[in-house]
């Protein structure tokens, strides 16, 4: 991870000094890192590089700074989209920099995304990033479509979250089976593995968002209420409450009218409708999934570690 | 041309229904497609394809989309960090389908552009258009950092209009060469053509902007005025002003105080000091260098015409 660190920090520079500016607040935000963590790690599954001492300057290093690009391009461009001012409890880049700013740079890092592929030079590694580019941007747009719209289905709201999640996490891990010069089953399975753990982790990020008890660990709650996403648990508060709590929702969700307390009781109707029980058995579903998806391989500390990361991703919830 | 455009409108679709709709409203709005022109041109020029019954099905026909992508996403991106509301006298996408839908559908189309580079499957060209388009957005961001600066010198200027404008046209004729696979050298005159034809083409459009005879043609005039951007009418215009005019300057470009008279007052100081004339001339230079750069190959339809394109940027300011 240090390697990719600075790869990331090596490759942000530029002439043009706000660039590295605004790259130099978004390291310092931190960020899991989670994404380029998947390529190093499923690569060390797949045993690449096949020789340690080559670990620092491998290929999976470039390719975990690569993906980490275009997930750091699509949050400056979400924070726009949502008109978002708070990112992990910092100001988020538009704030500072302002929306324009945070539009170009993040094409700036797309940008670099496919330099490093390029540089990389794996035409199936570049079809499966510039794939996933393609669908994050659909994902995006679709829960956009999707915004404030409580007839949502249950189906097209999955399709937004692999979009928008799951099909980088899926990618990010298929790649490390494919510098590893893998057979396609080992790859595919990375794929379900990277798939299944993105739902998951996308299903718990949004029970999250309504969890009151988080408020005690200092996370933010009510952002995703706010803007009128549409998410599991809403769907399944919606679904489950009476015509008075509907008429509720469709206020405060469909045509945007939220007054201060009105926070409080979504989080009381969700509490009621078991609504966050309901998200949390469906990310734990996918962690399954995601655990099953790893069978393929033979048992050793790295799959041990992506198993006890699926685990962790549903558990960190509860 | 047809066959191009026939691959830009089947690979802006996606199942996601706002995309194609966006699309059919940027491909509705017309543009001259002098970007995929250049890419067919510059081929042809080199000779390629060899078998033309192949024409239609060629490399070139791809890349040129792919240009074309690169260059509508900018523009998507554009008119939301300038909040334009209009492009070639029509409403422009963010007016007429929000912000976030212009941010992100851009973000497809650049997505899109690169999956048809990883289709054609050459890692030069790829390198080629991905360096172009971090330099297009180095070059927006250049030019977001020199808006309301009058102290910005011509060599920053000049290296705004590189990133933002000649890069891809410099992209867009090379690659031309190299599907045809021709000697480096061939590919290093096409890169200078396109940089310079690209360097002339904006300067006109800059002269343009505060061509107060324009107006008789129904374009918009002041639209670079409105927005406090440093273009070399301004700049040669303060440079030969008086310690009044400059005062005039400052307020309505550094401190973006404008009332409704001070459009014609500029556009009069700008008459006053030439500063069309100047620009102009250092557009016929580039002009002049692109021309020359064709040079190194051989007489032929397609050399004039792409000599003739070089004149004609200039001249439609005349």
């Given at each position: 991870m240090q390697?990719?660190?600075?790869?990331?920090?090596?490759?942000?520079?530029?002439?043009?000094?706000?660039?590295?500016?605004?790259?130099?607040?978004?390291?310092?935000?931190?960020?899991?890192?989670?994404?380029?963590?998947?390529?190093l790690a499923a690569a060390h599954l797949c045993g690449y590089p096949a020789n340690p001492a080559e670990e620092l300057a491998?290929?999976?290093?470039?390719?975990?700074?690569?993906?980490?690009?275009?997930?750091?391009?699509?949050?400056?461009?979400?924070?726009?989209?949502?008109?978002?001012?708070?990112?992990?409890?910092?100001?988020?880049?538009?704030?500072?920099?302002?929306?324009?700013?945070?539009v170009l740079v993040g094409d700036f890092l797309?940008?670099?995304?496919?330099?490093?592929?390029?540089?990389?030079?794996?035409?199936?590694?570049?079809?499966?990033?510039?794939?996933?580019?393609?669908?994050?941007?659909?994902?995006?747009v679709l829960q956009m479509a999707t915004q404030n719209d409580l007839s949502t289905s249950m189906e097209r709201y999955l399709q937004v979250i692999h979009g928008k999640t799951a099909a980088l996490f899926a990618a990010a891990c298929r790649v490390g089976a494919i510098v590893a010069d893998r057979p396609r089953a080992e790859e595919m399975a990375l794929d379900a593995y990277g798939t299944n753990l993105g739902m998951a982790f996308q299903l718990v990020d949004d029970a999250l968002d309504y969890?009151?008890?988080?408020?005690?660990?200092?996370?933010?709650?009510?952002?995703?209420?706010?803007?009128?996403?549409?998410?599991?648990?809403?769907?399944?508060?919606?679904?489950?409450?009476?015509?008075?709590?509907?008429?509720?929702?469709?206020?405060v969700i469909e045509e945007s009218v939220q007054e201060p307390a009105d926070l409080e009781h979504a989080l009381g109707l969700i509490a009621a409708t078991d609504a966050i029980s309901i998200t949390l058995r469906h990310a734990s579903d996918y962690a399954a999934r995601a655990q099953a998806a790893l069978s393929i391989f033979a048992e050793s500390e790295m799959r041990g570690l992506l198993g006890d990361v699926a685990a962790y991703t549903v558990s960190r919830a509860r």
């Open positions: 390697a990719c660190n600075r790869a990331i920090v090596a490759r942000m520079d530029s002439p043009v000094a706000l660039i590295p500016q605004l790259a130099a607040h978004l390291i310092a935000a931190g960020g899991k890192r989670l994404r380029p963590l998947l390529t491998a290929r999976h290093v470039n390719l975990a700074a690569c993906v980490e690009f275009i997930h750091t391009a699509t949050l400056l461009h979400d924070d726009v989209v949502d008109e978002s001012h708070l990112r992990r409890g910092l100001a988020s880049a538009n704030a500072v920099f302002g929306n324009k700013a945070s797309f940008a670099r995304s496919f330099q490093l592929m390029t540089e990389d030079g794996s035409l199936p590694v570049m079809a499966i990033l510039s794939q996933a580019s393609a669908t994050i941007a659909e994902g995006e969890a009151a008890d988080q408020r005690l660990l200092g996370k933010t709650v009510g952002d995703d209420f706010r803007e009128g996403k549409i998410t599991l648990p809403v769907l399944a508060a919606y679904d489950a409450g009476t015509e008075e709590d509907r008429v509720f929702w469709r206020r």
